[in-house]
């Protein structure tokens, strides 16, 4: 879930991907970070003891963007693709509303993400991983509902999930908030990526 931050804490976060983001996580320094900041190092090491240590944090907060946002709108109550559907948008629209986060976290499966060398970074490392995990089983436990409903085809629940994913996080990708989009886009953007991520699951 979303971990309550302090204002200068959250500041240096989003500063921080914002630079991760477009510098890269391997060349962007805490010197570009308190640049962007407008800020010293010194209020960055205040609240995290490493740059491996803020880029760790970086990539949890994204996690529990999407995890804070979905887990709410999860309904039993609903046949499994209707409750897929409002998860799905949901993800859509907080992956474009944190879009920076998101694509540190692209970095990380590219392989751009510096090594843990202390038992802070490694800590927060198990984390991320951790909240990936739970993350996903919120849709896993939806696709094997849909699964026993006869509404999505019968397969590999791990395989289902990872494409799933994939289709659902492909805004990281091409997605460019400088040049501008309306609400009306946006709304386009997470009503076409989630029909298209569920029309890869039904049956």
Known sequence: MLEPLS???REILDAAAECFMSLGAE???IDDIAARLGSTKGRIYH????KGALLAAVQLRAASFTHSAVEPVVDAALPALACLTNMSRTHVY???NSLAYHKVILQTYTGARAKAVTDVEKDLQDRV???QRAY???FREQIARGISEGSIEDRNLTVAVAGLMLILNSPVFWFRPERGASQEFLDTIARDVTSMALASLRS
């Open 129 to 131: 991983r951790q909240g």
């Open 47 to 50: 609240h995290f003891p490493s």
């Open 27 to 29: 060349a962007a320094s």
């Open 7 to 9: 204002s200068s804490k």
């Open 136 to 138: 996903e089983l919120l």
């Open 94 to 96: 907080t992956v474009l």
